[in-house]
């Protein structure tokens, strides 16, 4: 950014900024891409598959995150929402703030504010499609952590 200082005739100091060679970056609140970084490790503990961390802050007010996985059974979905439950309460001392779907184990939401968690059965997945949808923000690339003692 670049900035100028003038005197106009009136005496009076102004400040002209040129913006137009900086790049605006999106805010980026550390905490809650924390908060999913351990979302997303959590359900890569029960195997989830595809997992996707979207940043929405910029395009939504409902979160500054979405992270996105899928699970291959009614089975499979609940644990790795048991998964992400427990190691969230554990770790971090949250809870969710609301739930969905958990009994059917289709699709289940997990709402912790600034971090919404989608876990979707492939059929699901495929037919929201929230990756097209919310196509315009930023995807992160998740890289799991491995388990302490592993690879060391």
């Known amino acids: 950014m670049t900035e100028a200082l003038r005197l106009d005739t009136s005496g009076t100091a102004n400040v002209d900024v040129d913006v137009s060679d900086t790049a605006i970056a999106p805010e980026v609140d550390e905490q ?5 970084m351990a979302i997303a490790n959590a359900a890569d503990d029960r195997k989830a598959e595809d997992i996707a961390i979207l940043q929405v802050g910029d395009a939504s007010y409902l979160a500054d995150y979405f992270v996105i996985a899928t699970g291959f059974t009614n089975v499979q979905v609940r644990a790795i929402a048991r998964s992400i439950e427990s190691t969230l309460e554990a770790d971090h001392g949250r809870s969710p703030l609301r739930t969905e ?3 059917e ?3 289940v939401i997990y709402d912790y504010g600034e971090v919404i968690v989608h876990i979707f059965q492939p059929r699901e997945r495929d037919y929201y499609d929230l990756e097209a949808f919310w196509g315009h923000v930023k995807r992160l690339e998740f890289i799991p952590t491995p388990p302490p003692g592993i690879g060391q």
Not at 32 to 36: D, H, S, T
């Open 32 to 36: 809650a891409l924390a908060l999913a």
């Open 105 to 107: 184990g289709k699709w």
């Open 101 to 103: 779907g958990a009994d």
